[in-house]
């Protein structure tokens, strides 16, 4: 009998698989980050507990590409500042991916805020202009002219936090209390630029990062990173706190809070 693909994968394929997603040389993307003072009472509103604001209420977009062989691919996210028992990060509220393998493992491994959408950096000698879009929309560009070389930093560990959870098959919240995930990044920069410019955030229903205005550019900056990442679960987190932010997560709510249609298949 032809082997059946969707059949049980051996315990030698699984081995294997595990070991080659072990093994991956450093991936190099190309991206720009930009940083800016926001209004620290909308930064403090998108947090969900146990997460607190930090003394600052700091944006960061990452509108980046990886030239991957076969398979270029496009990441971004946009996160605020955030704290958690003494350890300061970020707290991604979007994250836009070009393919849905990047989409799914970081939704259903870390929790992480990921969705379909376009993401682009371009360069022309030295104008450099990076957008995230859905929807037809480019809710964040950031535009600018590169005004020379910056020092490298050394390698650096940051945190992102997530919150995992299922929602409930009934549509009544969770299946079970969700869990807050620290997710720690080695970082690697063998090349970084400064960037002289501009943030664009535009209005969409979706992806609403314009309510966390732009009052003050910290800095804009384009660079060749490599990071790797691990996560771990620090605590379970009240159900009932956590819900009021879940629409962060999906773009018609409704789809997990009233559950699934009768008939539907």
Not at 67 to 95: N, R, T
Not at 230 to 251: F, K, M, N, T
């Amino acid at each position: 009998m032809a082997r059946i693909r969707y059949g049980a994968r051996s315990e030698a394929e699984i081995a294997a698989a595990r070991t080659a997603s072990s093994k991956l040389p450093d991936i190099w993307s190309t991206g720009v980050v930009a940083v800016w003072e926001s209004d620290p009472d909308a930064v403090a509103a998108v947090l969900p507990p146990p997460l607190k604001p930090t003394g600052r209420p700091l944006v960061r977009v990452n509108i980046s590409t990886v030239d991957l062989p076969g398979y270029p691919l496009g990441a971004g996210s946009v996160a605020v500042a955030a704290e958690h028992a003494g350890v300061a990060g970020w707290y991604p509220l979007v994250m836009p991916m070009t393919h849905e393998r990047a989409l799914i493992g970081g939704r259903e491994v870390f929790g992480e805020p990921k969705k379909l959408g376009e993401v682009q950096v371009t360069r022309d000698g030295l104008v450099v202009r990076a957008h995230l879009a859905r929807h037809g929309i480019a809710f964040v560009e950031v535009r600018g002219a590169v005004s020379g070389p910056l020092p490298l930093p050394e390698p650096t560990r940051k945190t992102d936090f997530y919150f995992k959870f299922l929602p409930a098959v009934d549509g009544s919240g969770f299946d079970a209390d969700p869990v807050l995930v620290h997710c720690v990044r080695n970082e690697k920069i063998r090349k970084l630029e400064a960037v002289t410019g501009d943030v664009v955030l535009r209005e969409s229903m979706y992806d609403p990062v314009a309510d966390l205005p732009v009052r003050s550019l910290v800095e804009i900056t384009l660079g060749e990173k490599t990071t790797d990442q691990q996560g771990r679960v620090v605590e379970r987190v009240s159900a009932q706190a956590l819900l009021p932010y879940i629409h962060q997560r999906y773009d018609d709510p409704a789809q997990i809070l009233d559950g699934p249609p009768e008939g539907s298949v």
